[in-house]
């Protein structure tokens, strides 16, 4: 009872909602899940709701969020990949609290950073991208093998809009500096991460501060990266020394740079997908571990931007 309990969720709540996705009768009779329906469906239901029980044996949460995963997974016929994930905890954080993969998309993105020198990870927001990274670099902080941890953003309003704020250039992009903040507190706990920010052994800093340096023996995180130009992206992949490793992450449809400008992140996944040591990771909407409605979202601007292009290039084809 307590197993099937966690898998309908509140009212049965995780019940009604893959009886909607997958177009399914279903209720429930005992300890008994029944579903009715197309053949299909029944199918797919029935793998989506076997997942859902390992995950319940396993401890892990069954939340609205993984149900909708899951269902992703099973109209694919990939359901099955999402057992996977269950093995390995990425960290644990200052108060005990494993954090795990989510996602297939999230477990491939984990192994690419492990395996390789440098990665992109590329995908929409809400899919982990960064706070991942943090949780590794800490991780490898923790095993001795980094000596610093180096988290770093561009700031695409240093110009005139953050020339209205008092302070200099590091008081004015804390807070788009904040999501690297909070992760690194949760995972380190507020008392050490200050010591640790006071010893320089943590650095958080604006992408103009990379200029110059070399970057030794670092685990080093460039955040929002598709706001970097072509030559800002050269600059800080240039940076990295002896015992480092680096981590890029972006979503390459929120390019905030002027007209004109191509994206550093575009351009580098571009020219440097063949290069050894280098891992290029692309999460998608499916990856996305924030409220299901921020899945729903995401596609839906994806579809506007594809009847946008598709309008375009209509247009070229008839000027033509």
Do not use: W
Not at 290 to 295: A, D, L, S
Request: glycine share 10%; aromatic share 6%; proline share 2%.
């Amino acid at each position: 009872m307590d197993r099937l309990s966690r898998i309908l969720g509140t009212f049965d709540e995780n019940l009604t909602l893959l009886s909607r996705e997958l177009n399914l009768v279903s209720y429930v009779e005992g300890v008994k899940i029944i579903l009715e329906g197309e053949e299909r469906d029944v199918v797919c239901g029935e793998e989506v709701i076997s997942a859902l029980l390992t995950f319940a044996e396993s401890g892990e949460s069954v939340d609205k969020g993984r149900l909708v995963y899951c269902i992703e997974l099973a109209k694919e016929g990939r359901v099955g990949d999402i057992l996977g994930i269950l093995e390995g905890v990425v960290a644990v954080t200052s108060r005990g609290k494993q954090i795990k993969c989510k996602t297939v998309g999230q477990k491939q993105y984990v192994e690419a950073i492990k395996k390789n020198t440098v990665v992109f990870g590329v995908g929409p927001a809400g899919t982990g991208k960064t706070y991942l990274a943090v949780c590794l670099a800490v991780a490898a902080f923790k095993s001795k093998q980094v000596e610093k941890i180096i988290l770093t953003r561009p700031a695409v309003e240093a110009g005139e809009k953050l020339g209205f704020l008092p302070g200099d250039l590091q008081t004015k992009v804390d807070p788009y500096l904040r999501p690297l903040y909070d992760a690194l507190q949760e995972m380190l706990g507020m008392e050490t991460y200050a010591k640790l920010m006071e010893k320089g052994v943590i650095e958080v800093a604006p992408l103009a501060y990379m200029r110059g340096r070399t970057l030794s023996n670092a685990f080093i995180i460039l955040d929002e990266a598709q706001n970097t130009t072509k030559e800002q992206m050269k600059m800080f992949l240039t940076r990295m020394g002896e015992g480092s490793k680096t981590v890029v992450t972006g979503d390459v449809t929120q390019v905030d740079l002027p007209e004109g400008k191509t994206s550093g992140l575009v351009h580098a996944v571009k020219i440097l997908k063949n290069i050894e040591g280098i891992g290029i990771c692309r999460l998608t909407d499916k990856d996305v571990v924030r409220h299901p409605m921020v899945m729903r979202i995401i596609r839906a601007y994806e579809a506007d931007a594809e009847k946008f292009r598709g309008r375009a290039q209509k247009k070229e084809r008839n000027e033509g």
